[in-house]
């Protein structure tokens, strides 16, 4: 189970990399980019078009119109730029988990 979430997490986190990067590309069109920006917003929005407490049908929402919008996106998009941008958010989570930490000069405290 744990395995599976990782996965997801990691699918997720790579899509939405994807996605940043397709909008801050120059080669994406403006109206392409008005679409990206709904599509961040939906997302990351805490208001469902259908209330999740609300058994099955609550969570229909998620399931069907996040790929939905994806597919939009994908559609709308240039597959060069798409392909570009895969590339780089694969690269970029390739990168060790500590490559934001501040180095200091000197001995560690406590040496």
């Known amino acids: 189970m ?48 259908i209330p999740d407490f609300i058994p099955i049908i609550g969570i229909l929402d998620e399931i069907i119109l996040f790929p939905g919008r994806r597919l939009i996106v994908r559609r709308l998009v240039a597959n060069e730029v798409i392909a570009d941008c895969r590339r780089r958010a694969e690269e970029d989570l390739a990168l060790p988990a500590s490559r934001g930490t501040r180095q200091t000069s000197g001995p560690a405290p406590g040496e």
């Open 2 to 49: 744990l395995s599976v979430l990782k996965r997801a997490y990691r699918w997720v986190n790579l899509e939405v990399r994807v996605y940043r990067f397709a909008y801050d590309d120059p080669r994406t069109p403006k109206k392409d980019k008005g679409l990206l920006r709904f599509v961040f917003v939906c997302f990351l929005s805490p208001i469902d078009l």
